[in-house]
């Protein structure tokens, strides 16, 4: 059996640490990595698209850092409950012309009793911006440790 630790039931440090996880994650822009973080029939709703299963989510996020290049992840713990928890989020990418964007969101999370999320709910803007405008600028993979969080950036 799969199992993705911290499980549920979540505290505020275990919420924490899963949040974490999941930027890390999709910071790697690994679709076949970040998919193995969901159950093998895991329902999202990602902007106006509805998906279910790995292999799905494989497409999604294939498709996604196709296009959204240079992709930089900031997440943070919104609210937790159970086995539920809430995020917001914003990233910085680029597309194949250059121009630069801050895609702002907030995501609903449900976890299955072996860590693995079975439900994604997210809702996305984009913000076109200068790239004078980025605030996102360590190098491509996880954020360090040190970076200021998005409440540190005031968003």
Not at 16 to 33: L, M, S, Y
Not at 87 to 106: I, K, L
Not at 129 to 143: N, S, T, V
Request: glycine share 6%.
């Amino acid at each position: 059996m799969e199992t993705r630790p911290p499980l549920p039931p979540f505290t505020r440090d275990t919420a924490v640490q899963k949040v974490r996880a999941a930027e890390d994650g999709w910071n790697t822009r690994d679709p076949q990595r970040v998919s193995l973080a969901y159950t093998a029939q895991s329902r999202w709703r990602n902007r106006a698209e509805f998906i279910t299963g790995r292999e799905e989510i494989v497409g999604l996020l294939s498709r996604k850092w196709a296009r959204e290049l240079d992709y930089r992840l900031i997440k943070e713990l919104w609210a937790f409950a159970g086995n539920r928890i809430a995020v917001r989020f914003a990233y910085e990418w680029h597309d194949d012309a250059g121009n630069w964007f801050r895609s702002y969101g907030n995501e609903n999370w449900e976890f299955d009793e072996n860590g693995l999320m079975a439900v994604r709910h997210a809702s996305i803007n984009d913000l076109p911006i200068k790239e004078a405008d980025r605030k996102f600028h360590w190098p491509l993979g996880r954020r360090p440790d040190d970076h200021p969080s998005l409440s540190d950036l005031g968003m």
